[in-house]
């Protein structure tokens, strides 16, 4: 099976940078996603990394290594909105090849105080 | 404005009781998945399918639970019978060949309550 740590809460300063940590343990990775939750509602996808090194997308940046398990979602110049609850998933393959599976972590609950 | 849609949105039921639950994808996306969160498991897989083929239930309780996708329009998630274990917000998504690989569109959920 899959294990995904990460920390169930944060809190952070508007305008802040704040750094969200995700270790896994798998066999048969494939990839790692980050997902946007708010209260109540869809997660939303926010990042993908498959490579080692860093992505960058607008204020938020997603780093793997894969070596050492390890991934973290870099957001900066904190909003309000940006309270919510950030997830951290694996993929792996399962047989062959031929199929997938994304095992989330528990989230990260972000607070961004004025 | 092309988004996943899922009913009911909320259902409450006795245990015992069918419960089917419908997800319409995004228009032209062949990728389809199912999830369940509650606050104690997170967010689980429990089924995904292509071009309307099951790839992957093995996250699903097969005795009570059943995934099908009538049609590329249409996916359901029924669970016959329902027990109070099995409420939680029951999500849909889906997404589009390889790129739903790693990028997934999800609707709003259906918040079960089994009582």
């Known amino acids: 099976g899959q294990n995904i740590d990460q920390p169930t809460e944060m809190t952070a300063t508007e305008g802040a940078i704040v750094q969200i940590n995700c270790t896994y343990q798998?066999?048969?990775?494939?990839?790692l996603f980050w997902y946007q939750q708010h209260a109540g509602e869809a997660p939303t996808f926010l990042s993908y990394n498959v490579l080692d090194g860093l992505e960058e997308k607008g204020r938020f940046s997603s780093f793997l290594s894969r070596s050492k398990g390890y991934s973290y979602l870099l957001l900066k110049e904190l909003q309000m909105k940006d309270s919510a609850s950030y997830l951290c998933?694996?993929?792996?393959?399962?047989?062959?090849?031929?199929?997938?599976?994304?095992?989330f972590g528990s989230g990260t609950q972000l607070t961004v105080l004025p | 404005d092309a988004r996943v849609t899922q009913t009911p949105r909320h259902k409450v039921t006795e245990m015992g009781q069918e419960v089917t639950m419908r997800c319409q994808p995004i228009?032209?996306?062949?990728?389809v998945f199912w999830y369940r969160q509650t606050m104690m498991q997170g967010l689980e897989l429990l089924a995904y399918f292509r071009n309307r083929a099951p790839l992957d239930d093995s996250g699903m309780p097969k005795d009570r639970f059943s995934a099908e996708m009538p049609d590329a329009t249409l996916a359901t998630l029924k669970i016959q019978p329902s027990e109070p274990r099995d409420s939680a917000v029951y999500f849909c998504?889906?997404?589009?060949?390889?790129?739903?690989?790693?990028?997934?569109?999800f609707g709003p959920g259906t918040r079960l309550t089994v009582t």
């Open positions: 228009l032209g996306h062949n990728t």
């Open positions: 998504a889906s997404g589009s060949g390889r790129l739903a690989d790693y990028e997934q569109y």
């Open positions: 798998t066999s048969g990775f494939n990839g």
């Open positions: 998933a694996v993929r792996v393959i399962i047989s062959s090849g031929s199929a997938r599976q994304l095992t």
